[in-house]
Nanobody, 116 residues
Framework: QVQLVESGGGLVQPGGSLRLSCTAS????????MGWYRQAPGKQRELVAT???????NYADSVKGRFTISRENAKNTVYLEMRSLKPEDTAVYYC??????????WGQGTQVTVSS
């Protein structure tokens, strides 16, 4: 069955950095638009960043200039490099694969906590 497995979350101080990874199996990774989403307690899940199969990137205004999404098709992996982290970045981060047909697959999430 399809699996998307996130890793790299943890506790970091404000101003710090983290790199999240998401490795997919049993998907046609090269046609996925890959995305990172996050959900903070009591809030709706929101878009963080996406990267299309051709490499086009899209970012939420709140993370522009601080986060970078990238993909490595040979490893079926998408990354989210996060810098200058703020307490408001605290959330569970999820990755998602979306096929051109609209079919989507989600990972189970990884917790990121930004706190001193």
């Amino acid at each position: 069955q399809v699996q998307l497995v996130e890793s790299g979350g943890g506790l970091v101080q404000p101003g710090g950095s983290l790199r999240l990874s998401c490795t997919a199996s049993r998907v046609i990774f090269t046609i996925c638009t890959m995305g990172w989403y996050r959900q903070a307690p009591g809030k709706q899940r929101e878009l963080v960043a996406t990267i299309a199969s051709g490499g086009t990137q899209n970012y939420a205004d709140s993370v522009k200039g601080r986060f970078t999404i990238s993909r490595e098709n040979a490893k079926n992996t998408v990354y989210l490099e996060m810098r200058s982290l703020k307490p408001e970045d605290t959330a569970v981060y999820y990755c998602r694969c979306t096929y051109p047909s609209g079919v989507t697959f989600w990972g189970q999430g990884t917790q990121v906590t930004v706190s001193s």
